[in-house]
């Protein structure tokens, strides 16, 4: 099963969003609760200031300056049960303290009547309104919010816990809910996996959800059902095509062999003993041409593949060529580097080596050499000191039927498309290039291309 | 001497097309031989159960039963009668697959007769217990088993290690047509044809060596089939 990490898989990524949507939601209801409470504070405390504020208007215009220092110190003396403080200030138009418990004129403007909160350099805030109260008198009414600033102290830890809980329960809820949606997920997923794998018959476990993984479920059961049927139906057609073509042949075949039998005549006996070779010459071309057809079909499926040891199937198949090269006059050099596994199918592996000696025999010059590396990778190379190929058939020298010297005579022309097809279908890359003289086929596996 | 052997060898043909079932027929009793014919799967698979045959030759592709089923089948009954595919389906996968499947030997059509009767011998010869001893002898050659050594008229041949076990094939098939396709999977274990003539040039190899500095040849080519180690006397011709 893959990892993804928190962040590259889906569920992670979901559940980190139900977890940022509950703290942004958490945070702007919280925003909007403190912004009323403020409001509210703030309509309370003008009103009571302004109310003290216009008493204190009246006494100095009924009493005068003296009056209002008298009450504004009896003011000052009176201890308040609901624990909020007053501040007073007056001043005279030059700006120095006659009366109140302010030392320093606040950052307010008696011209306007400016009324708002203000720290006082205690740090406490104040809700305070300054005025003119005659023209060498100013006043400064101000009141504390100590109900209000613990009403908010108040409402912001409810937020903070709740926010929290909200969190953590968004963030478990979010969590159960992705595992669940993974592991259906995951169970698709391991199931196209095992099919690649070569298990063709894994299929999604069902369980009769009718949601969108239950339908994805059984789209995907479906398909592996129509991928297992075109394997089967391509199968069949080509193994009735085999046997509905060699099952004549047979017939024609055992005929040509009888008539051998009643024949004393040397050339005519030559000339059915000749029908019978070419009678094979067709089995062997059919063969081939269902091969490329049922390996090019296999490619990506990695049913009957195992882990093979290439160096030694080269090493049958040097032992093999080595007598013939001998025999032809061709100079055969073996270069197998030990131990070089891979994942394949020995028998198609040494078939794709096995064509490509041919092809390189077959090509090779009278005294010519042909070379033959296995490296790890895997690598396989097979060069020859022939003609080579010219460049503008590299590619079509892989396609079937094709002979670059038609002359040259044996084979239908399906070696290399039989190798490729091959090389593909162990997801490797075939490719010919110039081995000056001569042709260098090379195998190559994805890493070291 | 080949045929006194052959005369008990009892073979159940399981084969649904007239002609080739009566083809293999001829060609078996002509070998001396005795065949018993199914001519579908569920017939066969019925017939291999209950009869004693040596050797049973079953076509892969029959009606009702498929000759893999039935080879399956006759295995896990515990059946252990050596069984050859006769096959149409001829590529590399096919035989191994057959071969995974407990058959103990594939040919497909069209197939040599000589080849047929080869193989069916070879098959019975196996079943029989007719182990070799630790010398093969034939004519005036001697193939020593355990010490890897090839001998004729007492001379000691110098074989490479593949010379020499295509040599014990050849041996161990001595008098009997041996195809390109046998020595293919029996000394090199390759199930495909290579398109150029490796197979002809090793046994042209070993033929040197056999008969070079000796009068008689003793492996004769088979136009068209294989090859067939002969019986030269010991002593010389």
């Known amino acids: 099963m893959p990892d993804f990490g928190l962040f590259r898989s889906v569920f992670g990524r979901v559940t980190l969003s139900a977890l940022l949507v509950s703290l942004v939601s958490t945070l702007i209801l919280f925003a909007i609760v403190d912004q009323i409470v403020r409001a509210d504070a703030r309509a309370m405390l003008g009103r009571e200031v302004d109310t003290d504020l216009a008493g204190l208007a009246d006494i100095y215009v009924s009493g005068g300056p003296a009056e209002l220092t008298a009450r504004i110190a009896d003011r000052l003396s009176v201890e308040r049960i609901d624990g909020e403080r007053a501040f007073y200030l007056v001043t005279d138009g030059r700006g120095r303290r006659l009366a109140g418990n302010l030392t320093r004129w606040p950052d307010l403007s008696a011209d306007v009547s400016e009324a708002r909160f203000v720290t006082l350099p205690d740090g406490e805030p104040v809700f305070a309104r300054a005025t003119i109260l005659g023209p060498d008198s100013r006043l400064v009414v101000g009141r504390s919010d100590r109900r209000g600033e613990s009403l908010r102290r108040r409402l912001a830890t409810a937020f903070a816990s709740a926010g929290a809980l909200v969190a953590l329960v968004s963030l478990f809820a979010g969590h159960l809910a992705a595992r669940r949606l993974r592991s259906r997920v995951e169970a698709v997923n391991a199931t196209f996996a095992a099919v690649r794998d070569g298990r063709i018959e894994a299929r999604v476990p069902e369980h009769g959800e009718r949601d969108e993984l239950g339908t994805l479920a059984g789209h995907s059961n479906a398909a592996l059902d129509q991928i297992g049927r075109l394997i089967e139906a391509q199968r069949a057609v080509s193994d009735q095509t085999a046997h509905e073509i060699r099952t004549p042949l047979m017939h024609l075949d055992t005929r040509i062999l009888r008539a051998l039998e009643c024949t004393a005549d040397p050339a005519l006996a030559a000339m059915l003993g000749q029908s019978r070779e070419e009678i094979r010459g067709v089995v062997r071309l059919l063969d081939s041409l269902l091969d490329i057809a049922g390996t090019e079909a296999m490619r990506g499926d990695m049913r009957g593949l195992e882990e093979i040891d290439l160096s030694d199937l080269a090493d049958a198949l040097a032992d093999l060529y080595t007598a013939s090269a001998e025999d032809m006059g061709i100079g055969f050099r073996a270069m197998i580097a030990p131990g070089v596994t891979m994942r394949g199918d020995p028998m198609q592996m040494s078939r794709l080596m096995s064509n490509l000696l041919d092809n390189a025999f077959r090509h090779a010059p009278p005294g010519g050499t042909v070379v033959f590396t296995i490296a790890p990778g895997p690598q396989i190379m097979v060069e020859d000191n022939g003609k080579g190929i010219a460049p503008e058939d590299r590619e079509r020298i892989f396609e079937r039927y094709t002979r670059i010297n038609p002359q040259q005579g044996v084979g239908h022309g399906l070696g290399l498309a039989l190798a490729k097809a091959i090389a593909e279908r162990h997801a490797l890359h075939i490719e010919v290039s110039d081995a000056a003289p001569g042709a260098r086929f090379r195998v190559l596996g994805e890493e070291t291309t | ?237």
């Open chain 2, 1 to 237: 001497m080949i045929m006194d052997d052959s005369a008990q060898i009892a073979v159940l043909l399981a084969e649904d097309d007239p002609s080739q079932a009566a083809n293999v027929i001829a060609i078996l009793n002509a070998a001396s031989m005795r065949v018993d014919h199914a001519a579908d799967g569920g017939e066969g698979l019925r017939r291999a159960a209950a009869g004693r045959y040596d050797v049973i030759i079953l076509d892969r592709m029959l009606p009702t039963l498929s000759g893999i089923d039935i080879i399956t089948r006759l295995r896990s009954a515990g059946v252990g009668a050596p069984v050859l595919m006769l096959s149409a389906l001829g590529r590399a996968e096919h035989r191994v697959e057959g071969l995974e499947s407990g058959v103990d030997d594939y040919l497909t059509k069209p197939f040599e007769p000589v080849e047929l009767v080869a193989r069916v011998r070879a098959l019975w010869r196996r079943a029989g217990n007719q182990q070799h001893g630790a010398v093969l002898l034939h004519g005036d050659l001697e193939c020593h088993l355990k010490a890897r050594t090839a001998w004729r008229q007492g001379r000691h041949l110098p074989l490479s290690p593949k010379e020499f076990e295509l040599f014990r094939y050849l041996m161990e098939h001595a008098g009997e047509v041996v195809t390109r396709e046998m020595l293919l999977r029996h000394v090199w274990k390759l199930s495909f044809d290579p398109q150029t003539n490796v197979v002809d040039v090793n046994v042209g190899r070993l033929r040197r060596k056999l008969e070079e500095g000796f009068d008689a040849p003793v492996l004769e080519t088979v136009w068209g089939t294989g090859y067939r180690l002969i019986a030269a006397e010991p002593g010389g011709a």
